[in-house]
T-cell receptor, first 113, second 109 residues
Framework: NAGVTQTPKFQVLKTGQSMTLQCAQD?????MYWYRQDPGMGLRLIYY???????DKGEVPNGYNVSRLNKREFSLRLESAAPSQTSVYFC????????????FGDGTRLSIL | EDKVVQSPLSLVVHEGDTVTLNCSYE??????LLWYKQEKKAPTFLFML????IEKKSGRLSSILDKKELFSILNITATQTGDSAVYLC?????????FGTGTSLTVIP
């Protein structure tokens, strides 16, 4: 039971480099989410996709783009990384049915120098 | 602006103590409130509370939701060192989830 798989687990980038974080789920969930987690800030929503073919901005979308490639995969792209984007990034997925929780991947720890 | 506030920010207790974690919220389109436990990696789901289920219990953990006063509590009785973690409260509003900053619980042997 893989659940939600994120790659890579760790990455170090230089300011200005680009990077795509990958997320895949095998639970046939419709909705997928990208969060960042910073010390003292909790989890903040970057983008979400309520269903295949749709994406919407969350609380902190600036500096990021997303692609819902198919029902399984939802990627997050940093076009020009900045030190302020140093964070732990979590992907999550959820059934469309009401009353179901999100399931999270193990996270990607990203450092930008 | 939708927001979720958790208190206290951190807590240190001895094994066997009982703890109460608090979560208050203000959201525009409440659907559910969730509690997660986060150790080193991914948050793991504990409870979901909705209008139709305002009290949940699982072993030593229990949670209630007060929809009138807009808060929830998570109780842990007879704490163990394995309960040490960050406990996150999240509220589902529309298609989004809003998280509090978490309560860091440390249980000392």
């Amino acid at each position: 039971n893989a659940g939600v798989t994120q790659t890579p687990k760790f990455q170090v980038l230089k300011t200005g480099q680009s990077m795509t974080l990958q997320c895949a789920q095998d639970m046939n969930h419709n909705s997928m989410y990208w969060y960042r987690q910073d010390p003292g800030m909790g989890l903040r929503l970057i983008y979400y996709s309520a269903s295949e073919g749709t994406t919407d901005k969350g609380e902190v979308p600036n500096g990021y783009n997303v692609s819902r490639l198919n029902k399984r995969e939802f990627s997050l792209r940093l076009e020009s990384a900045a030190p302020s984007q140093t964070s732990v990034y979590f992907c999550a997925s959820k059934e469309r049915t009401l009353g179901k929780p999100q399931h999270f991947g193990d996270g990607t720890r990203l450092s930008i120098l | 602006e939708d927001k979720v506030v958790q208190s206290p920010l951190s807590l240190v207790v001895h094994e066997g103590d009982t703890v109460t974690l608090n979560c208050s919220y203000e959201v525009t389109n409440f659907r559910s409130l969730l509690w997660y436990k986060q150790e080193k990696k991914a948050p793991t789901f504990l409870f979901m509370l909705t209008s139709s289920g305002i009290e949940k219990k699982s072993g030593r953990l229990s949670s209630i939701l007060d929809k009138k006063e807009l808060f929830s509590i998570l109780n842990i009785t007879a704490t163990q060192t394995g309960d040490s973690a960050v406990y996150l409260c999240a509220v589902e509003s529309g298609n989004q989830f809003y998280f509090g900053t978490g309560t860091s619980l440390t249980v000392i042997p």
